[in-house]
């Protein structure tokens, strides 16, 4: 599937929560939900992701036009 952009907006808010560690809720398209913690923003194979740390401590790589939405905690 092809990488669709997110709005800058959101892009700014996802690296403010980085810059600041602010924890957040994340809402995927599959359905799953997450709580923890932006590590980083990025861009990489013609992509933007998102390294993200749970509350768990497991950190995994998701894909920005993967996130339905998000909100700070």
Known sequence: MDYQPI???QHERLEFAV???IPLNLWLA???SLNGLAL???TQGGAEWLKF???AGVEQVIRLDQIKSFSEV
């Open 53 to 55: 740390r749970d509350t």
């Open 30 to 32: 599959n359905g799953d």
């Open 40 to 42: 980083d923003v990025y």
């Open 7 to 9: 709005s800058c907006m």
């Open 19 to 21: 810059l600041r560690r």
